[in-house]
């Protein structure tokens, strides 16, 4: 079963605009990732919260924790057409080591 | 320095054939993983390799079996294959169940089975 469930399932912007994208998961986690998958591609490693971490940036990605809800938000900022991927939350914990991903959303960034 | 690469990119196979899917990887990593992806669904776990000459099963390991052939090739096997496992398959890589929990993905091999 998903471990994550990110909503929303598609988001549609334009170009410059924020896209704010959501994940709850079920079980306690050592850490949450975030992934982007452009179609047709593997997956690429975009940021790594930890579960000790309330809030991370990286560029124009800025991530939040909320253990209590066992949630996260990812933010894009000032969006560009490449942006246009999925994108999916990935959970460890300490008795796995995989990972397990939530089902994603597709982000279309409109030039 | 190739990262994760996969063969076949794509691949289709008749109800009842068996194939293999080939995984290698440069990083010098201890770790590899397979996954498959069905159409709006986020990744699911077949089976991993903590280390060399480790296999685990994962969420989704019936009709697969795996084989660590050393520390840089990660197989997966279907012997039998069945319409329900047209999906896109998915390795991975990370450094080690100690280490970094980032993974590093290959291509895919995208498989049909008719």
């Known amino acids: 079963s998903q471990q994550g469930e990110e909503d929303p399932q598609a988001l549609s912007i334009q170009e410059g605009e924020n896209a704010t994208m959501n994940c709850s998961y079920k079980t306690s986690i050592n850490n949450l990732q975030w992934y982007r998958q452009n179609s047709g591609r593997g997956l690429v490693h975009l940021i790594l919260?930890?579960?000790?971490?309330r809030e991370k940036h990286s560029g124009r990605l800025r991530v939040t924790l909320d253990t209590s809800k066992k949630s996260s938000s990812l933010l894009i900022t000032a969006s560009r057409a490449a942006d246009t991927a999925s994108y999916f939350c990935?959970?460890?914990?300490?008795?796995?080591?995989?990972?397990?991903f939530g089902s994603g959303t597709r982000l279309q960034v409109q030039p | 320095n190739a990262g994760v690469t996969q063969t076949p990119k794509f691949q289709v196979l008749k109800t009842g054939q068996s194939m293999t899917l080939q995984c290698a990887q440069d990083m010098n990593h201890n770790s590899m993983y397979w996954y498959r992806q069905d159409p709006g669904m986020g990744l699911r776990l077949i089976y991993y390799s903590a280390s060399e000459g480790t296999t685990d099963k994962g969420e989704v390991p019936n009709g697969y079996n795996v084989s660590r052939l050393n520390k840089r090739e990660f197989s997966l096997r279907l012997e039998s294959a069945a319409p329900s496992q047209t999906s896109v398959y998915f390795c991975a890589s990370r450094t080690g169940p100690s280490g970094s929990v980032t993974q590093y993905f290959g291509p895919g091999t995208r498989l049909l089975v008719l």
């Open positions: 990935a959970t460890s914990d300490t008795g796995r080591r995989a990972l397990t």
């Open positions: 919260i930890r579960s000790n971490e």
